[in-house]
């Protein structure tokens, strides 16, 4: 009796041991569940605005005719006595242009995280059946020439007076994925490059440091998470406003 009753405590222990363990189980996978999205929001939301602004001026700085006529664009939209703000950016189409152009050549994700798909299809007289995961080359879409008159080159007019969308419907362009695992961050990535990008031409002038040349410029890729330049370059920014004003 005396150890039938033990063995029930012990028991009634062990049960209560176990939802407790069960229960920081779950707690635990909460967390670390929020970690993980915390983290993913972290990678997305800093290492893919920076990679882009860092790939717009590996372009830039090989053909400094485009940084002149992005200074041309800023000054006559406000002029050179202050800094501009983003409300401004709607005035700015060649700047918006280039960095679609940046996009193209450059998307973060090369190959995007592998998609499904959500019905039977067809897709160069292949079938796909709903269900198969696809993996979307975003880097050879965007330089394939039956999509985009000399692919390879850095062309920003190219993205000026036509609408091409950047957020899943065109299928040569796919800078932020397509379907329903496309960039959450969009809106947020796509305002913080373009004041960024729209502020530092503002106010700086922008050289190359040391002997090199804007043909030493290497856009060869390092893939990781995203994709960033190999070598990234050292750069000489000068003030191009008044010096109160920073
Ligand atoms: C220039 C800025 C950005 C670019 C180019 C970019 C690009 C991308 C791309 C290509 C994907 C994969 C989409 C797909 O699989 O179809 C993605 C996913 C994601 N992005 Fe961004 N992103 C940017 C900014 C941001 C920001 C600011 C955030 C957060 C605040 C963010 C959060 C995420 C998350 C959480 C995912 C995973 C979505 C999922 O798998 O369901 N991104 N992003």
């Known amino acids: 009796m005396v150890v039938g009753v033990r063995l029930v405590r012990v028991r009634a222990a062990r ?17 670390l569940d929020r970690v993980a999205m915390s983290a993913n929001l972290l990678t997305g939301a800093i290492d893919t605005s920076a990679a882009t602004i860092e790939w717009t001026f590996q372009e830039l700085l090989r053909r400094p005719n485009i940084i002149d006529k992005a200074h041309q664009e800023l000054d006559r939209a406000i002029g050179k006595e202050g800094w501009i703000e983003e409300e401004d950016f709607s005035k700015l189409p060649y700047i ?3 960095i679609k152009e940046s996009f193209r050549l450059h998307p973060l994700c090369t190959l995007l995280p592998p998609h499904y798909s959500t019905e039977d299809g067809n897709v160069a007289g292949y079938d796909i059946p709903k269900g198969t995961t696809v993996f979307v080359n975003a ?10 008159d000399r692919a390879e080159e850095f062309i920003p007019e190219r993205f000026i007076e036509n609408n091409i969308d950047m957020k899943g419907q065109n299928f040569a362009f796919l800078p932020f994925g397509l379907g329903r695992r496309k960039c959450p961050g969009y809106s947020l990535g796509i305002k913080v490059v373009r004041t960024t990008m729209a502020k530092l031409l503002n106010g700086f002038n922008w050289k190359l440091a040391g002997d090199m040349r804007p043909v030493d410029i290497s856009m060869e890729e390092i893939y990781g998470l995203s994709t960033h330049p190999n070598k990234p ?7 191009r406003l008044p010096l109160h004003l920073y």
């Open 96 to 98: 918006d242009a280039l």
């Open 233 to 239: 370059i050292s750069l000489i920014m000068e003030s």
């Open 139 to 148: 880097w050879s879409l965007g330089r394939n020439s039956k999509y985009w």
């Open 15 to 31: 049960c209560f041991s176990w939802v407790l363990q069960a229960m920081v189980v779950v707690l635990l996978g909460v967390a």
